[in-house]
């Protein structure tokens, strides 16, 4: 079992950034890629970002390009998610899951294990 604690969010104006934690305890061995997930009111869970925390390597969903990065702190255990250019349409509860397999996945039927999330809203 992993569990996945999010922390970070808050109330942000347009323009602004913030930066949200996820912190993995438990087997996180087996679960080399993280991600995190969003979801607006109303809206479907949608791919942000994803991470292999081995290699490094990233992908992110073409609205947060250039916005967003994902990081990792293996020693930590934890996953940030930077996201700078802050707009209305980003407001969402932000979740972070673990992936067991070593390619990144954008489905989150891909991810085995998630966090409860945190809260995220952009002013305008």
């Known amino acids: 079992q992993v569990q996945l604690v999010e922390s970070g969010g808050g109330l942000v104006q347009t323009g602004g950034a913030l930066t949200l934690s996820c912190a993995a305890s438990?087997?996180?061995?087996?679960?080399?890629?993280m991600g995190w997930f969003r979801q607006a009111p109303g809206k479907e869970r949608e791919f942000v970002t994803a991470?292999?925390?081995?290699?490094?390597?990233?992908d992110y969903a073409d609205s947060v390009k250039g916005r967003f990065t994902i990081s990792r702190d293996n020693a930590k255990n934890t996953v940030y998610l930077q996201m700078n250019s802050l707009k209305p349409e980003d407001t969402a509860l932000y979740s972070c899951?673990?992936?067991?397999?070593?390619?990144?996945?954008?489905?989150?039927?891909?991810?085995?294990?998630w966090g409860q999330g945190t809260q995220v809203t952009v002013s305008s």
């Open positions: 991470i292999n925390r081995y290699s490094g390597r990233t």
């Open positions: 899951a673990a992936r067991q397999a070593v390619s990144l996945g954008t489905m989150a039927y891909e991810y085995t294990y």
């Open positions: 438990g087997r996180t061995a087996g679960t080399p890629v």
